[in-house]
């Protein structure tokens, strides 16, 4: 087996971007990397910051669930002296001392490095992966300063990939005027609008610790699927013309007790007598909606009994389920983090015509899904497809 490779990408990620998620990939794919660490910088480094170390900490693990690969890491952040980019590399080469480094860097920075601290112990650590950059540089300037360094036993190698026309700075510049940020991922934009970030108005959706909970009861997935939901389900909302701010509290809150192992979700059942049904008491994919709604009461203070009711029905639905319930229980199944299913796009298209319909589609879908792989059916999924089928928006485009 050959020596493990091992990336670093750091950085302010003052937000996190597409952009830096591109080049991440890009050097994964291309150098053959194992695994790429990407470090945000703590508040005891040269890198300024205009958030806080702990908002860019959980937009970069909501970023790196795109790809299993991009490891975030608390090196820099979690350090209480001035901590520089060759402490990181030293700390880096003990944990991991059979392992090649590659440090990426854009073509920009090359003209940089000069001012990197203690830059002759950095060089032997690692070789460089230089990205293209979208602004000028002067390549005469770049391959002098290049051939000076690799005198100096710097190794580099440049990443073919196009340049990247991202910066945080533009899309801090977009948030603050309310302006589409396509380049952000959307859970990373979600993140933004709930907490008011870089000027963003703040909508006052959920308290602040919603956010903080939430992050440390879910795993990074969930917590990224969570903030999707939330936003796909207001958009709904707006879209149908329901109460946007109800329909972004149940999106956030939906999964909230998803990750609590299936002991704790029947413990709680069971003392709070929500429900005696061995089935549900014996399945993780029905529990975690009851006692979703019972943790999202009791532990986040939701008083709400149509948000709740959403929570509580948000994976079966139930026969006169509200119009609020459905932006949920659809939005659950169509966000935009979601992994590709036959009807995916069907269904969203449908979904801005039509809740009903496009409900019933989804729950069909879901129905042959769980037949096709001999798993149970809730009886309340199917309750759910029947009633849907009654309702005269859905029986007006059978006929
Ligand atoms: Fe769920
Ligand atoms: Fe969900």
Redesign the pocket.
């Known amino acids: 087996m050959g020596k493990e490779r091992i990336g670093i990408l750091g950085g302010a990620f003052d937000p996190i971007h597409q952009g830096h998620i591109q080049m991440a990939v890009s050097t994964l794919e291309s150098c053959r990397l194992d695994r790429l660490y990407l470090i945000p910088s703590g508040e005891k480094t040269y890198k300024s910051s205009i958030v806080g170390k702990e908002d860019r900490w959980k937009m970069v693990v909501t970023a790196c669930t795109q790809d299993q690969r991009l490891i975030p890491s608390r090196f820099e952040m979690d350090q209480d002296v001035p901590f520089y980019t060759v402490d990181t590399l030293l700390a880096l080469k003990k944990k991991h001392p059979k392992a090649d480094l590659f440090y990426i860097i854009g073509a920009d920075g090359v003209l940089k490095l000069h001012r990197w601290h203690r830059l002759e112990e950095v060089l032997p650590l690692c070789t460089f992966l230089i990205c293209p950059r979208a602004g000028d540089i002067l390549l005469g300037d770049f391959n002098a300063e290049k051939a000076r360094l690799t005198a100096l036993g710097g190794k580099f190698t440049m990443i073919r990939m196009l340049p990247v026309p991202i910066s945080s700075t533009e899309i801090r510049e977009c948030l603050s005027q309310g302006l589409p940020t396509p380049n952000l991922y959307s859970p990373v934009r979600e993140y933004c609008a709930l907490k008011g970030l870089y000027g963003m108005p703040q909508r006052e959706i959920c308290p602040e610790e919603w956010i903080e909970k939430l992050f440390a009861a879910l795993n990074p997935r969930?917590f990224a699927?969570?903030l999707s939901?939330a936003n796909y389900a207001c958009r709904l909302a707006r879209i149908h013309g329901i109460d946007q701010r109800q329909a972004e509290q149940a999106g956030l809150l939906?999964?909230c007790a998803?990750c609590m192992p299936l002991k704790e979700m029947q413990r709680i059942a069971v003392q709070h007598s929500l429900t005696n049904d061995p089935t549900i008491l014996s399945s993780n994919a029905l529990m975690h909606s009851l006692v979703g709604a019972w943790v999202a009461r009791n532990e986040y203070g939701m008083a709400d009994p149509e948000v709740l009711e959403a929570i509580a029905y948000?994976n079966t639905g139930h026969a006169g389920m509200s119009r609020l319930a459905m932006c949920v229980c659809l939005a659950?199944s169509i966000e935009p983090t979601r992994a590709s299913y036959p009807q995916l796009e069907q269904v969203r298209v449908l979904s801005e015509l039509s809740l009903e319909r496009a409900l019933l589609m989804s729950l069909e879908g879901t129905a042959a899904y769980v037949r096709s792989r001999g798993k149970y059916l809730h009886p309340r999924t199917q309750e759910t497809i029947a009633w849907l089928k009654t309702l005269p928006e859905v029986r007006g485009h059978r006929k």
């Open positions: 969930r699927h969570s939901v939906h999964d998803k948000h659950d």
